[in-house]
């Protein structure tokens, strides 16, 4: 799981401290870039710099000066990218990673609606995979869905009652998404509690934000 979320703040000097922990996606796989500290969807600067990596010399992104793509010019590059992969899919349909991943390149690049889909039709594969039923939850959620991507990590939670990357997603989306401090702070107290392994900055992540929603609600 990725430490993302810990340096986010100073990836994008546009975006404010609270903006950025409300659009985190995360992850505590370790080797991801920028924009998770536990596994789930990217960031928005995270899905930027998916998007000019994966523009092409000459392309309109790539003509932009370092500017944000357009949402259009970003699914122009899903597609392409995706193209392969969806070939592939013709003639092994149930593949789940196959599926995850396009589902993948859709999410980097703001494509919610596209990659919950692929997600989903992931699910239907391994229903049991946490991993991407938390990004779907992700995906569901920046789509506009709150209530969708709480019981999707409520579901996976049935499935790993541990998992910290659920377990984190839900306290962000229960304070950003529904305003419900005490659900937040409850889902991230069960995350230090059940998983003692993590290291230190990722506590301290967690921690950081309990104190946030703990000095908002003094406020």
Not at 23 to 27: G, H, I, R, Y
Not at 29 to 49: D, E, I, K, M, N
């Given at each position: 799981?990725?430490d ?5 703040p ?12 409300a ?5 505590l ?21 998916a ?32 193209a392969?992969l ?72 049935q ?23 005490k ?16 290291k ?20």
């Open positions: 799981m990725a993302e979320s810990t340096s986010q100073s990836a994008g000097s546009a975006w404010q401290v609270k903006q950025v922990y659009m985190a996606a995360v992850c796989v370790v080797g991801l870039a920028l924009g998770y500290l536990f596994r789930g969807s990217q960031s928005p600067a995270t899905a930027q710099s998007a000019s990596a994966n523009a092409q010399p000459g392309s309109p992104a790539g003509a932009m000066g370092g500017q944000m793509p357009r949402l259009d010019q970003m699914k122009a590059m899903a597609d392409k990218k995706a392969p969806l070939e592939k899919l013709k003639g092994d349909p149930a593949n789940s990673e196959l599926l995850k991943q396009v589902g993948d390149i859709y999410e980097a690049t703001h494509q919610f609606k596209d990659a919950a889909s692929y997600y989903d039709k992931a699910l239907q594969v391994d229903p049991k995979n946490v991993a991407i039923r938390t990004q779907l939850a992700s995906s569901v959620y920046y789509n506009g869905d709150v209530d969708g991507a709480i019981a999707q990590l409520q579901k996976a939670l499935y790993d009652p541990k998992d910290a990357n659920s377990l984190f997603n839900l306290g962000m989306i229960k304070w950003q998404g529904k305003q419900d401090s659900g937040a702070l409850a889902a991230w107290q069960e995350l230090l509690k059940s998983n003692p392994q993590l230190a900055e990722q506590k301290a992540t967690v921690q950081k934000l309990m104190a946030d929603v703990q000095m908002q609600g003094k406020s």
